[in-house]
């Protein structure tokens, strides 16, 4: 379901403002290139073919492609349903992902902590791995930013 809606926003920003089209190719990128990274990392882990993740990409293209070769109307308010739409989907994905960060979660494990045990070491390692992925994102955010500046 994301990469359908993924692929419908794609296209809708694209078709309505095709200039974008080299911002919106890094955006994809950046977002989609360490996504796809750590998720066939992960299917090889469990001995999973990486091909999996086909289908996926698959769906944002089956959804992108017809909506981006339409002539779709150039109005404020057309362009205010896309960038809501898209925001809309963004917050969606992000508020439903928010919950597997607690102890117990992928987070803790990547820790190697135990979920009973949430003070002393435990609690530094937790802290540790997320202040890992709040430099990460930062300075993945940072390199988004110089490659958009060289565009």
């Given at each position: ?12 920003v694209?078709?309505t ?10 955006a ?6 360490p ?6 990392r992960?299917?090889?882990r ?24 339409i002539?779709p ?11 809501g739409?898209a ?13 597997r ?26 802290g540790n791995?997320?202040h ?20």
């Open positions: 379901m994301h990469s359908l809606g993924a692929g419908l926003v794609i296209g809708a694209y078709a403002m095709p200039a974008l089209g080299a911002v919106l190719g890094l994809i990128v950046s977002h989609k290139g996504a796809g990274y750590a998720a066939a992960r299917l090889r469990r001995g999973a073919s990486v091909l999996l993740l086909l289908a996926p990409a698959a769906a944002v293209c089956i959804a992108a492609v017809p909506v981006g070769l002539d109307p150039t109005s404020d308010a057309f362009h205010a349903v896309v960038f739409a925001t809309g989907l963004f917050l969606h994905v992000a508020i439903d992902f928010l919950p960060c607690g102890w117990g979660s992928e987070l803790s494990r990547a820790a190697r902590v135990r979920p009973d045990s949430q003070s002393g070491p435990t609690a530094r390692r937790v791995v997320r890992h992925a709040v430099w990460s994102t930062l300075a993945g955010s940072m390199l988004v930013v110089g490659a958009w500046a060289l565009l």
